[in-house]
């Protein structure tokens, strides 16, 4: 994919959040490379699973809509989905970086038999609100292969409570302010669990971080709008 496609994609952020209308969300799939990312995309847009690796380059585009319902409003969004599956290998850092711009939504991956993946994971989070030009934005904190849990072929894994503390961590840390929460979940693209489910949760806090966002800029307005009104009717 050339770098004009990319920066060109990337400004298509739908700003406001209406039942009906179509949200354009541009994530990005993060994390080591080898941890599953590509493997876990295909999976979700019904192109099967391969057993080889064979490594992304710079990064792969695809899109995917889906209609949430969500509880809080009441209402049903409809989310058209711009995926940026990012190459993870080192090698691509470069080129990678210019993919993260205008993302409002991140698949942060860790493979849960691979520690030092689990380490890194904080780097690829830092690199995606330092680029994405919007900040702190959700992200789903995705440990992959658990088709792999317990197999002692395998015998170094990270365990679901470092992911959940993990997840629990940062939610602390920004849900009063950016109006999300981060979760955790373990994925199989190979057995296909909770494939569909992590799309769905990323969705669901993207609306909330949405409507969040929406809600403190309204009020903002209205205080502004009450001030005036206060400092006029006081000449
Ligand atoms: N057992 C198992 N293997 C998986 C799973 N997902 C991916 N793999 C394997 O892991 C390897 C790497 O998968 P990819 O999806 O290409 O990894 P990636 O994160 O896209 O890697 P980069 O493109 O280099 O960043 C492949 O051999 C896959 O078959 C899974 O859910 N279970
Ligand atoms: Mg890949």
């Given at each position: 994919?050339?770098?004009?496609?990319?920066?060109?994609?990337?400004?298509?952020?739908s700003?406001?959040?209406r039942?009906?209308?179509?949200?354009?969300?541009?994530?990005?799939l993060?994390g080591d490379?080898?941890?599953?990312?590509?493997?876990?995309?295909?999976?979700?847009?019904g192109e099967?699973?391969?057993?080889?690796y064979?490594?992304?380059?710079?990064?792969?585009?695809?899109?995917?809509?889906?209609?949430?319902?969500?509880?809080?409003t009441?209402?049903?969004y409809?989310?058209?989905?711009?995926i940026?599956?990012?190459?993870?290998?080192?090698?691509?850092?470069?080129?990678?970086?210019?993919?993260?711009?205008?993302?409002?939504?991140?698949?942060?991956?860790?493979?849960i038999t691979n520690?030092?993946?689990?380490m890194?994971l904080?780097?690829w989070?830092?690199?995606?609100?330092?680029?994405?030009g919007h900040?702190?934005?959700?992200?789903?904190?995705?440990g992959?292969?658990?088709?792999?849990?317990?197999?002692?072929?395998?015998?170094?894994q990270v365990s679901?409570?470092?992911?959940?503390?993990?997840a629990?961590?940062?939610?602390?840390?920004?849900?009063?302010?950016?109006?999300?929460?981060?979760?955790?979940?373990?994925?199989?693209a190979?057995?296909?669990?909770?494939?569909?489910?992590?799309?769905?949760?990323?969705?669901?806090e993207?609306?909330?971080?949405?409507?969040?966002?929406?809600k403190?800029?309204?009020?903002?307005?209205?205080?502004?709008?009450k001030m005036l009104?206060?400092?006029?009717?006081?000449r």
């Amino acid at each position: 994919m050339n770098q004009r496609g990319a920066s060109r994609r990337a400004t298509s952020r739908s700003t406001s959040l209406r039942p009906g209308a179509k949200l354009r969300a541009k994530i990005v799939l993060v994390g080591d490379g080898g941890v599953g990312k590509t493997a876990l995309r295909r999976s979700w847009l019904g192109e099967g699973f391969k057993t080889e690796y064979l490594m992304t380059i710079g990064a792969d585009f695809a899109s995917q809509e889906l209609s949430l319902y969500y509880p809080e409003t009441k209402s049903t969004y409809d989310i058209k989905f711009q995926i940026w599956d990012l190459a993870g290998q080192p090698r691509f850092k470069a080129v990678r970086d210019l993919y993260y711009r205008g993302a409002i939504g991140a698949l942060c991956f860790f493979d849960i038999t691979n520690q030092e993946s689990y380490m890194n994971l904080v780097e690829w989070i830092q690199s995606y609100w330092a680029l994405n030009g919007h900040g702190k934005m959700p992200l789903l904190i995705v440990g992959s292969k658990c088709d792999l849990r317990d197999n002692p072929a395998f015998p170094t894994q990270v365990s679901a409570r470092y992911g959940k503390e993990y997840a629990a961590e940062l939610t602390k840390l920004l849900k009063r302010k950016y109006g999300f929460e981060v979760h955790y979940m373990e994925t199989s693209a190979k057995d296909n669990i909770n494939v569909d489910e992590a799309f769905k949760v990323l969705a669901r806090e993207i609306i909330r971080a949405t409507i969040f966002q929406e809600k403190l800029r309204n009020n903002r307005k209205t205080s502004q709008k009450k001030m005036l009104t206060d400092k006029i009717r006081s000449r």
